[in-house]
Protein backbone atom coordinates (compact mmCIF):
# COMPACT_ATOMS: atom_id res chain seq x y z
CA UNK A 1 0.00 0.00 0.00
CA UNK A 2 1.45 3.61 -0.88
CA UNK A 3 1.73 5.83 2.27
CA UNK A 4 2.89 8.80 0.37
CA UNK A 5 4.52 10.11 -2.80
CA UNK A 6 7.01 12.69 -3.62
CA UNK A 7 8.34 15.04 -5.77
CA UNK A 8 10.16 17.50 -6.18
CA UNK A 9 12.79 19.40 -8.81
CA UNK A 10 15.94 22.04 -8.47
CA UNK A 11 17.52 24.46 -10.79
CA UNK A 12 21.09 23.25 -10.36
CA UNK A 13 22.32 26.25 -11.22
CA UNK A 14 20.44 28.40 -8.71
CA UNK A 15 20.93 25.43 -6.21
CA UNK A 16 24.98 25.56 -7.05
CA UNK A 17 24.69 29.35 -6.54
CA UNK A 18 23.18 29.30 -3.03
CA UNK A 19 25.57 26.48 -1.68
CA UNK A 20 28.10 29.15 -3.03
CA UNK A 21 26.40 31.88 -1.34
CA UNK A 22 25.76 30.48 2.08
CA UNK A 23 29.09 28.20 3.03
CA UNK A 24 27.54 26.73 5.81
CA UNK A 25 24.04 25.32 4.01
CA UNK A 26 26.28 22.17 2.79
CA UNK A 27 27.12 20.85 6.02
CA UNK A 28 23.49 21.66 7.04
CA UNK A 29 21.94 19.83 3.96
CA UNK A 30 23.93 17.13 3.56
CA UNK A 31 25.20 14.05 5.56
CA UNK A 32 29.57 13.31 5.42
CA UNK A 33 28.63 10.49 2.86
CA UNK A 34 26.77 12.96 0.82
CA UNK A 35 28.64 16.57 0.94
CA UNK A 36 31.72 15.79 -1.79
CA UNK A 37 29.25 14.44 -4.55
CA UNK A 38 29.24 16.77 -7.87
CA UNK A 39 26.72 19.67 -8.04
CA UNK A 40 24.26 17.82 -9.81
CA UNK A 41 24.21 14.65 -7.36
CA UNK A 42 24.00 17.14 -4.62
CA UNK A 43 20.96 18.85 -6.22
CA UNK A 44 19.47 15.76 -7.10
CA UNK A 45 19.83 14.47 -3.05
CA UNK A 46 18.37 17.67 -2.57
CA UNK A 47 15.45 16.93 -4.13
CA UNK A 48 15.17 13.11 -2.63
CA UNK A 49 15.07 14.75 0.69
CA UNK A 50 12.40 17.22 -0.19
CA UNK A 51 10.27 14.82 -1.68
CA UNK A 52 11.21 12.50 1.37
CA UNK A 53 9.50 15.16 3.42
CA UNK A 54 6.57 15.63 1.09
CA UNK A 55 6.07 11.65 0.84
CA UNK A 56 5.98 11.63 4.70
CA UNK A 57 3.35 14.45 4.68
CA UNK A 58 5.69 17.14 4.88
CA UNK A 59 5.99 17.96 9.09
CA UNK A 60 8.51 20.25 10.08
CA UNK A 61 10.50 18.63 12.96
CA UNK A 62 12.17 16.80 10.34
CA UNK A 63 16.18 16.93 10.24
CA UNK A 64 18.08 17.23 7.15
CA UNK A 65 21.03 14.68 8.00
CA UNK A 66 18.13 11.90 9.59
CA UNK A 67 18.64 10.36 5.73
CA UNK A 68 21.19 9.76 3.76
CA UNK A 69 20.89 9.53 -0.24
CA UNK A 70 23.18 6.73 -1.26
CA UNK A 71 23.97 5.07 -4.89
CA UNK A 72 26.17 1.74 -5.56
CA UNK A 73 27.31 1.49 -8.80
CA UNK A 74 24.94 -0.74 -10.79
CA UNK A 75 22.01 -0.12 -8.33
CA UNK A 76 19.09 1.99 -7.55
CA UNK A 77 19.92 4.98 -5.10
CA UNK A 78 18.88 4.04 -1.51
CA UNK A 79 17.23 6.11 1.09
CA UNK A 80 18.59 5.58 4.38
CA UNK A 81 16.43 7.21 7.36
CA UNK A 82 17.31 7.45 10.67
CA UNK A 83 16.49 10.15 13.88
CA UNK A 84 13.37 12.41 13.18
CA UNK A 85 12.46 10.81 9.35
CA UNK A 86 12.89 7.29 10.35
CA UNK A 87 10.16 7.82 13.23
CA UNK A 88 7.61 10.13 10.91
CA UNK A 89 7.99 6.69 8.71
CA UNK A 90 7.46 4.15 11.31
CA UNK A 91 4.62 6.29 12.55
CA UNK A 92 3.01 5.79 9.26
CA UNK A 93 4.10 2.08 8.82
CA UNK A 94 6.44 3.02 5.51
CA UNK A 95 8.48 -0.35 5.46
CA UNK A 96 9.85 0.26 1.84
CA UNK A 97 10.99 3.33 -0.28
CA UNK A 98 11.00 3.70 -3.85
CA UNK A 99 13.43 6.49 -5.19
CA UNK A 100 14.44 7.62 -8.82
CA UNK A 101 16.83 10.44 -9.29
CA UNK A 102 17.80 12.17 -12.31
CA UNK A 103 19.27 15.14 -13.54
CA UNK A 104 19.56 16.33 -16.92
CA UNK A 105 19.70 20.46 -18.47
CA UNK A 106 20.08 22.40 -15.39
CA UNK A 107 17.66 20.53 -13.54
CA UNK A 108 17.33 17.55 -10.97
CA UNK A 109 14.34 16.11 -9.71
CA UNK A 110 13.57 13.28 -7.25
CA UNK A 111 10.23 11.31 -6.86
CA UNK A 112 9.95 8.99 -3.45
CA UNK A 113 7.20 6.44 -3.50
CA UNK A 114 6.48 5.30 0.72
CA UNK A 115 5.16 2.29 0.78
CA UNK A 116 3.69 0.23 3.96
CA UNK A 117 3.22 -4.07 3.78
Known sequence: MIVGIGLDVVDVARFVATLAATP???DKLF???ERDLPSNSLAARFAAKEA???ALGAPGNLAWHDVT???TLGGPPTIEATGTV???AEALGVT???LSLTHDAGIASAFV???AA
Open 24 to 26: RLR
Open 31 to 33: TEA
Open 52 to 54: IAK
Open 69 to 71: VTR
Open 86 to 88: AAR
Open 96 to 98: HWH
Open 113 to 115: IAE
